[in-house]
């Protein structure tokens, strides 16, 4: 590893919240009552990011009286904006509040800018003025500056959920309490994208392939996000979700955030079972958030699961 | 809970099943192709050329798709269809391409970059117009991706008679419709089969993609009839009994998304008389795609490869 922090790196990130900080949330929400139940409400939520570029975010909230443990469901890197991730138990709504951002480019945030996947993750990469990632990152932030707002959110428990964006924001917002990553990009992006040709990392691989003479600014753009600078600034309690030891972003190759992350972190090799990975996910985040004892909400087929 | 290997689901295929899908058949007969097809620099490597392909389909809608190709090979190559899940964007098949396939990646109506004229979201796909068959979004959806056949018998260099599909969750369910209605295709491997008993799965499991048609029931509880009938003409196994090319199945006895139960029902319903069934205890919705892998590559080497 021969990377190195960039010189700016704080105070472009401070200019990010600066940015931010200049901007209003104008919220805008609306039901949504197809998506309410017995357990919970939903809404469709308006605000603005950096920009200014206006996004959307499904806000679901537990019937009920009281104030909830929220979970902060970050922009993943695809076109689809879901309410609750495929295959999660809707009834999990009913003890959360869950809050999902669709970040810029993202179906119900693609006007103007509809991105490509793949393609979003190379786009302005040339520098780090034009790569498109800062206002991704931004839009994340802004999505927490909204979910902190609500008044039914128990602002001593809020998980940010998701993949390297969980991470990110909860090194630059303090609110975070608590973090379930599954890293799959910004962690040495260059170094782990010459040693694949699969999506998403290959989306690096494909464009330096087609650009070589860019690779020094390419690599200088995304020391930026580099997750290796933004650890020490976690504070939250994290699990990372990693890869198989087979895969790029191993136990071993994680090191770097296990060790460098502030808080305490747990670190679990995925078992190549999206069933035994999940459940993890599920007992991590119960006990952490609700309580050891307290019953597990997972899908019905979970029940059965061989030890 | 324990899973019931001779699950039955509710289904039962329409009387005019056949008069329905024809007619479908021939509106999309009488639509030419326009096919362009263009290289695409970015996505070609050492090893694979990459096309980015668009054509008709039904209702005059433009349909997009990744076409990839072994890098400088001579000859008519096996080819395969690579069917796409029903969140995440559709895949560009390098490595299928890479294993010397022609392979083509359709990106149904409502998928990135085929939504333009049609984009009813998610979640909103799977009960879009669900009242009527002939406003579902299915119907169109379906014919998208069984149209990428003819793209493939435009190709010079596909060899016509060796052509597979491959999918997974809605991969899964299209294939098995595909493999039905279009018996250019050979042999079919099937992960995690959506689509599949739409009405069991509603109650076997409450998580989303399937939650949508619950959301939707709870809403308006005096259309459930006439949703039922509707699903009844898109069900995977209404079209079961058509595949009769070589199929393996597989899934995962946990998973979370696609009640298992109702992989077993459409597999017993199929009438294949060369097809094997893989379960995978202590998996969920990737239904042991690790383990399984080997055993994809394997059945299409013997079915689309078997004379090199």
């Known amino acids: 590893m021969t990377a190195q922090k960039p010189e700016n790196f704080d105070a472009f990130w401070n200019y990010v919240d600066e940015d931010l900080s200049g901007i209003p949330l104008a919220p805008e929400i609306e039901p949504i ?56 138990a ?50 994340t932030l802004r999505g927490l500056d909204y979910l902190v707002t609500r008044p039914e959110v128990d602002l001593s428990r809020i998980v940010a959920w998701g993949n390297d964006n969980a991470l990110l924001v909860a090194a630059r917002r303090s609110s975070i309490t608590h973090v379930v990553s599954t890293p799959a990009y910004l962690l040495d992006t260059i170094e782990h994208a010459l040693k694949t040709s699969s999506y998403p990392l290959a989306e690096f691989s494909d464009y330096l392939r087609l650009y070589p003479e860019r690779k020094d600014d390419v690599v200088a753009t995304l020391e930026m996000y580099n997750l290796r600078w933004h650890a020490e600034s976690i504070k939250a309690e994290t699990l990372i979700k990693a890869d198989h030891a087979t895969g790029i972003y191993n136990p071993g190759v994680l090191e770097v955030l296990e060790s460098g992350i502030a808080g305490n972190v747990t670190v679990h090799e995925s078992e190549r079972s999206s069933s035994r990975d999940g459940l993890n996910g599920e007992k991590w985040l119960t006990a952490n958030l609700i309580g ?6 997972i899908p019905e087929h979970w029940e059965n699961h061989p030890q | ?37 263009e290289k695409d620099d970015l996505r070609s490597n050492e090893e694979v050329d990459v096309y980015q ?70 979640p909103g796909l799977l009960t879009f117009g669900i009242v009527d068959k002939n406003s579902y979004s299915y119907r169109g ?57 739409h ?33 009844a003409y898109f069900d995977g196994i209404s079209f079961a009994d058509k595949v009769t090319c070589p199929v393996i199945v597989n899934i995962g006895l946990q998973d979370n998304v696609v009640p298992p139960e109702t992989g077993y029902a459409v597999y017993n319903a199929m009438s294949s008389k060369d097809k094997m069934f893989y379960e995978y205890d202590g998996h969920g919705h990737e239904a042991g795609k690790y383990i399984h892998g080997a055993i994809i590559d394997e059945f299409f080497e013997t079915h689309l490869k078997g004379g090199e």
């Open chain 2, 199 to 231: 009405m069991d799965a509603i109650e076997l499991s409450h998580t989303y993609p399937y939650d949508e048609i619950n959301d939707y029931l709870e809403t308006y509880p005096e259309r459930r009839k006439d949703v039922e009938e509707t699903v």
């Open chain 2, 141 to 197: 959806f379906y014919v998208d991706a069984w149209r990428s056949v003819d793209f493939l018998l435009e190709r010079p260099e596909v060899d016509a008679s060796r052509i597979g599909g491959v999918g997974g969750s809605q991969g899964g369910g299209l294939a098995i419709t595909a493999a039905a209605m279009r018996k250019e295709i050979r042999a079919v491997s099937i992960s995690a089969p959506y689509l599949c008993g």
């Open chain 2, 53 to 122: 392909v668009f054509y008709d389909s039904l209702d005059n809608l433009r349909v997009s798709g990744w076409y990839a190709v072994p890098k400088g090979a001579t000859g008519k190559l096996p080819a395969m269809i690579q069917f796409p899940g029903y969140l995440s964007d559709p895949m560009i098949p390098r490595e299928w391409a890479a294993k010397g396939y022609a392979c083509f990646s359709v990106n149904p109506r409502g998928k990135v970059r085929s939504r333009t004229q049609f984009d009813p979201g998610y």
């Open chain 1, 33 to 88: 009552p197809i998506r309410s139940n017995a357990n919970a409400d939903l809404y469709g939520v308006r605000i603005t990011s950096v920009g200014p570029y206006r996004l959307f975010g499904y806000l679901s909230i537990p019937k009920g009286e009281g104030q909830f443990p929220a979970i902060f469901y970050t922009p993943k890197n695809g076109s689809v904006h879901e309410v609750i991730p495929q295959g999660t």
């Open chain 1, 292 to 297: 050891a004892d307290a019953e597990l909400i």
């Open chain 1, 90 to 139: 809707t009834a999990m709504r009913k003890r959360y509040v869950t809050f999902s951002i669709a970040a810029r480019g993202m179906r119900n945030s693609d006007k103007p800018y509809a991105a490509m996947f793949p393609g979003q993750l190379t786009d302005g990469l040339e520098s780090l003025d034009t790569y498109v990632y800062r206002g991704i990152v931004a839009d």
């Open chain 2, 1 to 37: 809970m324990t899973i019931d290997k001779n699950y039955r689901c509710k289904v039962r295929t329409p009387d005019d099943f056949d008069e329905f899908w024809g007619g479908v058949m021939s509106d999309v007969a009488a639509i030419p192709m326009n096919t362009t097809i």
